[in-house]
């Protein structure tokens, strides 16, 4: 007789039998006749059948391979911040921390602290020039920044360097010369007094950490208004002093040549400054692309040895994370109103104190900082209509035919010109769209099918006879143009 198989230990339940040296009863596999590589092959299915429907067996299966999931993300994780780490690790150590030099910077940055994490500051921005047997490094362009990281927004008002302003302790002169005299210390103080705006970041990019940052992400794409050569702004020869018009991917060299030049441009520094302006936005929003997370560290370690900041380096990470995504619409940026002005021989742009301040307010409560597109006022055309009123057409610029240009472009569009001509001087860097007492929200429709200009009422002391006058000024552009590129 064959010996009974005991029933398991508890242990043992849901494992595969286990194999006695007696023989098994095979009385049910088949006829008599069945070879042993028969009888094999079906012990060897009920095996793995036995395998299959077993659901402790398969419980335990499933428990180790998600095991298994979870070590090897554990370790990608662990591997990540490793990495993060060593990147950030390297960044704050080549960064130059402004405040660590200059306790005092920080006391001074420390006041202008946001109530909350989350809530809007304002950072000072500028991007410097070391010449050859210069120690000092020049501000070649300054802006102010409101930070908004709750709503994802960046608002930017540019100050021409050549701004007249009171530097404290050094009396009113250009204010550039704010680098000069003190350093990050006096710019901030400088740009405080003019905005009244509680500063609490600064940040510095040489020109040399702009063209490894641009070049680190493989170029950035734009579309460059008008041709431009300028070798005086280009900092790298002749080589790169021309810059072709038309939308293109700009290397680094290239690239600063475009956001420096202003001996090409009708309106100098200010036409400078719109250049710079579309440039941060085209750059921000392709460096925080998804492409650029995989070019990280060559981006950062572009900026770092170029940067001096009073920020740490888990700030500006923590910083850039909460921007990714950033779109160029979430960037609103303008220039410091203004004109050119000669004082004693010496060129200066004079603010209209008037204006900034109104701009200022603006930015304070994260509106648009040209007036014309406050909410409410850029809706005209949906009440307003082009044959309802009439326009004065007028050449500011002094270049022949732009009155024309403009008319013709204007009545495209169904508006009525009923005069065209010249101003008694070229003496317009801007083009106007002045309006008659209860004409804005048409002039506000001007504005925009142009897509530029500014929007001012008459008051007197503009003589015309129709409801709105358009002044051609020195940055005109093709407004037919324009709009087929949009």
Do not use: C
């Amino acid at each position: 007789m064959y010996e009974e198989t005991p029933r398991p230990k508890r242990s043992q339940r849901g494992k595969a039998p286990r194999r006695h040296s007696a023989p098994r009863d095979i009385s049910s596999l088949g006829p008599a006749s069945a070879s042993d590589e028969t009888i094999q092959q079906t012990n060897r299915r009920r095996v793995r059948a036995d395998r299959v429907i077993n659901p402790a067996a398969t419980k335990r299966r499933r428990k180790r391979l998600l095991i298994t999931i979870l070590t090897v993300a554990t370790v990608l994780i662990i591997g990540a911040a490793a990495a993060a780490f060593a990147i950030v690790h390297s960044f704050g150590v080549k960064i130059n921390q402004v405040t660590n030099a200059d306790p005092e910077l920080g006391k001074l940055l420390q006041s202008g602290q946001a109530s909350a994490p989350g809530d809007p500051f304002y950072m000072v921005l500028m991007g410097s020039d070391t010449r050859p047997g210069q120690p000092q490094q020049r501000s070649d362009s300054l802006m102010v920044a409101r930070v908004d990281p709750k709503n994802k927004k960046i608002q930017i008002i540019s100050i021409p360097r050549d701004s007249r302003a009171d530097i404290p302790g050094y009396g009113t002169t250009k204010i550039n010369a704010a680098a000069v005299y003190g350093g990050p210390k006096l710019v901030i103080k400088t740009v405080k007094e003019l905005t009244g705006l509680p500063i609490s970041h600064y940040i510095n990019l040489n020109f040399k950490g702009f063209v490894d940052v641009v070049d680190a992400i493989g170029g950035v794409e734009i579309d460059v208004p008008q041709d431009i050569y300028d070798t005086q702004a280009s900092a790298y020869g002749v080589k790169y002093a021309t810059v072709k018009k038309g939308l293109q991917k700009l290397d680094g060299k290239h690239a600063l040549t475009f956001v420096r030049t202003r001996h090409t441009l009708v309106d100098g520094d200010f036409g400078r400054m719109r250049n710079q302006q579309a440039f941060i936005k085209a750059l921000a929003s392709q460096a925080l692309s998804l492409q650029s997370v995989f070019n990280a560290g060559s981006i950062i370690n572009a900026v770092a040895s170029n940067l001096d900041t009073d920020m740490t380096p888990m700030q500006l990470a923590d910083l850039a994370l909460q921007f990714k995504g950033l779109k160029s619409s979430d960037i609103d940026s303008a220039n410091a109103p203004g004109g050119a002005k000669y004082m004693n021989g010496i060129a200066y742009v004079v603010l209209d104190p008037l204006k900034l301040s109104q701009m200022i307010d603006r930015m304070k409560q994260g509106l648009p900082l040209d007036p014309t597109k406050v909410a409410g006022s850029t809706t005209a055309s949906s009440t307003v209509k082009p044959a309802d009123f009439q326009l004065t057409v007028r050449n500011g610029a002094g270049v022949s035919g732009l009155a024309k240009q403009g008319a013709d472009f204007l009545v495209s569009k169904g508006f009525k010109v009923s005069e065209t001509g010249n101003t008694a001087q070229p003496a317009y860097d801007r083009t106007l769209i002045v309006y008659q007492t209860g004409f804005e929200a048409q002039a506000n429709l001007t504005r925009e099918t142009l897509g530029f200009g500014d929007v001012i009422a008459a008051k007197g002391m503009y003589s015309f006879k129709t409801q709105v006058m358009v002044v051609v000024g020195k940055d005109w552009t093709d407004p037919a143009a324009a709009t087929a590129r949009r």
